[in-house]
């Protein structure tokens, strides 16, 4: 048994080193506190940064898509705001207070949104540690939690635009105050525990499993009292939320006011294979543990041994898997499994020195970390993921030839080229994913965007492909180079 300790010590500290070599390099491409670097870690990063511009400013908010100068038709698919409430306050914020402090532009908003993402990872990290230490006293819990906070599974995540490690920190939050008030139920926790969730999907509207287990959990201990005071509070949030939060916000996390999304089985297959790959350890540590089932007592011995914590873990994995039948949208990737690997890694570590006694099933989860270390290796050598975003490193160029272009703008190339602070306009209208999703069984002179080019209710056109659009009532000004090097074509109205 001593054997397999040293050796499992060993995995594990070399899993560590490679995650944290593997996140040096990302935040060294990532974040400069020299420069403001423009890259991309992720798809849909755009949106969020000119939501975050719009609220800091003051200027519009969920309804902005109706304000638009341009009369187009169904403009709410030009929606920006998909995420709740309090990721682009949270954000916008902060911006405020840093530009007040060190006088900078907003050229530095995309930096200073990663560097709360990475802060609020770091006490992710933490918190996650405790709540291990909580289920087991054992030394390898913060190689586990650094594993799963800062691995191969959240890679660009933990310093992206995106709101997923934000509201990731306040359910982890909520778990962990969870864990730690198991003997002690009263009014004071469950509020407690009921504003960290409500905190947690106001950043975004899907971080329900907390919730949902919390409540479930409550009612299989039949503490009723409790399961109702929680629909009861959680339901009072909602309905101040809707009175006192920015028009449209409901229709806009919710409904997109119709505007659908799209669902692939081989895009939720891809993911799901994702999932394998960048959290192997986690699923080999679960298949572990069927195994110790199957080969050491029945089902329903086993469950019958679990203690309270266990039970509230396994219903978490349960609910968690509802986040994971949503991977089936068109555009969502591994961070969908990402609440579905918190509880399962809590439950896998509740059961950790049981499996460790056991010789074969102590050498197949020892096997899966070396396993783990040469799928990131493969990222290192650019064979699977890399350690640099994409970069755009003209942008400064791009920003002095549109400078003083007359809006409203149409920006057909790049979206990252769209951001307000490199081609100025107060409302930017961007084509995001819900339009390509509205327009995919649309002819290309039947398009919202297309009929408003010809209508000519643009001051402005920047375009790549000068061919997909009536460009009659509009002159060619000149040429700007846009990513790579490619040029895009500068058309202004005619008078």
């Not at 003051?58 to 998909?82: A, M, Q, R, T, W």
């Not at 309090?86 to 916008?92: E, G, I």
């Not at 909580?134 to 800062?150: A, E, M």
């Not at 107060?426 to 408003?452: A, R």
């Amino acid at each position: 048994m001593h054997l397999f300790n040293k050796q499992l010590n060993i995995a594990f500290k070399l899993l560590f080193a490679i995650c944290l070599s593997l996140l040096s390099l990302r935040l060294f491409n990532t974040i400069s506190f020299l420069e403001p670097l423009h890259v991309q870690t992720g798809g849909a990063e755009d949106t969020s940064f000119i939501g975050i511009w719009l609220i800091k400013n003051g200027v519009l908010g969920y309804d902005h898509f109706s304000k638009f100068s341009v009369d187009i038709e169904n403009p709410n698919i030009f929606s920006l705001f998909h995420y709740n409430w309090l990721f682009y306050h949270l954000n916008s914020f902060s911006i405020i207070f840093l530009q007040k402090i060190f006088y900078l532009s907003d050229l530095w908003l995309p930096t200073i949104v990663r560097v709360n993402c990475f802060i609020l990872s770091f006490f992710s990290f933490i918190i996650f540690y405790k709540s291990l230490n909580l289920l087991n006293k054992n030394k390898f819990s913060i190689y586990l939690s650094f594993y799963l906070i800062f691995g191969p599974l959240t890679g660009f995540w933990v310093i992206s635009g995106k709101p997923d490690i934000f509201y990731i920190f306040f359910e982890i939050l909520a778990i962990y105050t969870i864990l730690k008030t198991k003997n002690n139920h009263n009014y004071l926790n469950i509020t407690i525990i009921l504003i960290l969730l409500y905190l947690s999907w106001s950043i975004k509207q899907t971080s329900i499993v907390t919730l949902s287990s919390f409540t479930f959990y409550l009612l299989w201990k039949k503490k009723f009292n409790f399961f109702i005071y929680i629909i009861f509070i959680f339901s009072s949030f909602l309905v101040l939320t809707k009175i006192l939060v920015p028009n449209q916000l409901f229709e806009s996390i919710f409904w997109q006011d119709g505007a659908a999304i799209s669902f692939n089985f081989n895009h939720f297959f891809k993911v799901f294979l994702d999932s394998i790959s960048k959290g192997l350890i986690i699923y080999a540590g679960l298949f572990c543990i069927l195994l110790k089932i199957f080969f050491k007592s029945n089902i329903f011995t086993y469950f019958k041994s679990l203690n309270e914590n266990q039970i509230f873990l396994i219903i978490g994995i349960l609910f968690s898997t509802s986040q994971i039948f949503f991977s089936f949208h068109y555009g969502s990737a591994v961070n969908y499994y990402y609440i579905f690997f918190i509880y399962a890694t809590l439950f896998l570590f509740s059961e950790i020195n049981n499996l460790m006694n056991i010789k074969n099933i102590n050498r197949l989860f020892i096997s899966s970390i070396y396993m783990q270390i040469v799928l990131i290796f493969l990222v290192f050598i650019g064979i699977k993921g890399s350690i640099s975003p994409i970069k755009y490193e003209n942008v400064n160029e791009f920003r002095k030839c549109v400078n003083g272009l007359k809006a409203p703008i149409l920006s057909d190339h790049k979206p990252y080229y769209r951001m307000p602070w490199i081609t100025p306009d107060n409302n930017p209208i961007l084509i995001t994913m819900m339009y390509e999703n509205y327009i995919k069984n649309l002819s290309f002179k039947d398009e919202p965007v297309f009929k408003e080019v010809k209508k000519g209710s643009f001051e402005t056109l920047i375009i790549r492909k000068k061919n997909k659009y009536n460009l009659e009532n509009y002159t060619l000004a000149k040429n700007c180079k846009s990513l790579f090097g490619t040029e895009v074509k500068i058309y202004i109205k005619n008078l």
